[in-house]
């Protein structure tokens, strides 16, 4: 009995340094965060907060400007996802064939990954730079158009120009993974569809996609989420602007908060984002659920 009970100690001791940065950085700050969104906690020195109960988050159903930002943010989010998954699967069959340089052309496809999404931004910036962007002077020496355009400030074109650069940042990774899950599929599945189906897009349909599906559906969902969520590479690129076209949760957030200091309601659109990302999370294990019982039958 003492040796077990002196076992299980260890064993909570070893998991100590794993598990209390997760409470205090994720677990502690999530809690307080919820707590804060049932109060009317303002910005200030000492100031009292008092407990308010469900008004934030009857003021959040109707405040428009919050339900545009929500509407904008599942469009950037799932433009992002989609987008990104069809390039990255791309890519990933690509890399996943035999040709010369193939390593090399592997390892450069994990250098955008390993940018910090801060130095992302600023790049992008400088591309899209009106007067003397690299974009700008590209397509008025192509003669595509004749005179610059303000990328990220005119409406018609903020959102798309914003969405490229998320896509770009989400490549990387999603090719990885999905490249990973190639390499697991069975030669001998493959070889096998191929007897049967003569083109390519046969075999993948047969062979390839239910092998790599249950994997394809999980990065989807964590690009859905990480893009969802995303904050610093729209802030920097165009702080929420045009008029809000751009206003995704998380900067309508931090505007409530550090602009104009009402924490306890920007407590409550951190909870809101919250349950979108549960229910996302929700759906996608049951579409994985779904598709392992099929590949079980």
């Known amino acids: 009995m003492n040796k077990s009970k002196s076992r299980n100690m260890a064993q909570t001791m070893l998991l100590l340094p794993a598990v209390l940065p997760v409470i205090f950085f994720s677990v502690a700050p999530i809690g307080y965060g919820l707590f ?28 428009t400007p919050f339900l545009e930002s929500l509407r904008i943010g599942i469009v950037w989010a799932v433009s992002v996802t989609l ?12 890399l996943n064939g035999d ?15 390993a940018i910090p999404p801060v130095v992302i931004a600023l790049m992008w910036l ?9 974009l700008n002077a590209v397509l008025t020496e192509s003669g595509a158009i004749d005179k610059n355009i303000s990328w990220l400030i ?25 490249l990973a899950a190639l390499q697991g599929v069975p030669r001998e599945l493959e070889e096998a ?3 049967d189906r ?52 998380a900067i309508f957030a931090y505007q409530q908060a550090f602009e104009f200091g009402d924490f306890g309601y920007a407590s409550a659109v951190g909870v809101a984002m919250i349950l979108v990302m549960s229910v996302s999370i929700a759906l996608a294990f049951r579409v994985i659920a779904r598709g392992g019982e099929k590949a079980n039958d």
Do not use: C, H
Request: charge should be positive; aromatic fraction near 16%.
């Open 193 to 195: 569809a191929s007897i």
């Open 154 to 178: 005119q409406p018609g074109f903020a959102m798309p120009a914003a969405i490229l650069v998320g896509v770009w940042a989400t490549i990387p990774q999603t090719t990885l993974v999905i």
């Open 198 to 249: 003569a083109n390519v897009f046969g075999v993948f349909k047969v062979a390839t996609w239910p092998s790599i599906k249950r994997i394809v559906y999980a990065i989807a969902t964590l690009d859905f989420i990480s893009a969802f969520n995303n904050f610093s590479i729209v802030f920097i690129l165009t702080d929420g602007s045009p008029g809000g076209a751009i206003r995704l949760p």
């Open 126 to 134: 400088l591309v899209y730079e009106p007067t003397s962007g690299l």
């Open 99 to 113: 040709f010369p340089g193939r390593s090399f052309f592997r390892s450069l496809a994990v250098i955008p990954w």
């Open 36 to 63: 804060l969104a049932f109060t009317n906690a303002r910005a200030g020195n000492n100031l009292q907060f008092e407990f308010t109960g469900l008004e934030n988050f009857q003021r959040l159903m109707s405040d």
């Open 83 to 94: 987008i990104g998954l069809f390039v990255s699967l791309f890519f990933a069959v690509l």
